[in-house]
């Protein structure tokens, strides 16, 4: 069975950073693509960053750019997301999602970690 | 970045009416689209891919259509467990978009 299990939240003043993790079992984790996806309270869903199975190919949204970094760990079977020069746009539940075996789109979701930015 | 337009905000259907979810694309995603249900408190689930294509353990009730910019998800029979919210996801190009959602309730 298919295991998605983010941790690292929590409470983080502006400005600071915060390294999010995602621990996955239940499948050939250095076979898929990864991505990160938010939720901020009450909000629709928005993509944040996606890597490749072996980490060689990365993408991030516009406004993350340049201060989230994608990783991942295949020997760990762990997926990370480095967050630095938090704003308090970035309070969201942050999911770890899969990308699928035939293709694009996120078929297996964590149950998510919730980051809030503030004072 | 390309624009997801769904429509409508929100929904209210009676026990087994068809209830119709829209998406728009601001340019051609050759059916690059899926579909997801979030439920309150909840992780989103995969229902639909590919534009058409029913995800494993889905019921058959749930099915979506559409091509180049215009899809749409369809109900075929509003069950209570149906409720939530319901987002498109374009996956043609980075980054990638959803749409707003559409509430879903039954009446």
């Known amino acids: 069975e298919v295991q998605l299990v983010e941790s690292g939240g929590g409470l983080v003043q502006p400005g600071r950073s915060m390294k999010l993790s995602c621990a996955a079992s239940?499948?050939?984790?250095?076979?898929?693509?990864m991505a990160w996806v938010r939720q901020a309270p009450k909000k629709g869903l928005e993509w944040v960053a996606y890597?490749?199975?072996?980490?060689?190919?990365?993408y991030y949204r516009d406004p993350v750019k340049g201060r989230f970094t994608i990783s991942r760990d295949n020997a760990k079977s762990t997926l990370y997301l480095q967050m630095d020069s938090l704003r308090s746009e970035d309070t969201a539940t942050y999911y770890c999602?899969?990308?699928?075996?035939?293709?694009?789109?996120?078929?297996?979701w964590g149950p998510g970690t919730m980051v809030t930015v503030s004072s | 970045d390309i624009q997801m337009t769904q429509s409508p905000p929100s929904l209210s259907a009676s026990l087994g009416e068809t209830v119709s979810i829209e998406c728009r694309a601001s340019?051609?995603?050759?059916?690059?689209l899926a579909w997801y249900q979030q439920k309150s408190g909840k992780s989103p689930q995969l229902l639909i891919y590919?534009?058409?294509s029913l995800q494993d353990g889905v019921p058959s009730r749930f099915s979506g259509s559409g091509s180049g910019t215009q899809y749409s998800l369809k109900i075929s029979g509003m069950q209570p467990e149906d409720e939530g919210v319901y987002y498109c996801?374009?996956?043609?190009?980075?980054?990638?978009?959803f749409g707003a959602g559409t509430k879903l309730e039954l009446k």
């Open positions: 340019e051609d995603i050759y059916s690059n």
């Open positions: 890597i490749s199975y072996d980490g060689g190919s990365t």
């Open positions: 999602t899969t990308e699928a075996t035939r293709g694009w789109y996120f078929d297996f």
């Open positions: 590919y534009a058409s």
């Open positions: 996801l374009q996956g043609s190009k980075y980054p990638y978009t």
């Open positions: 239940g499948f050939t984790f250095s076979n898929y693509g």
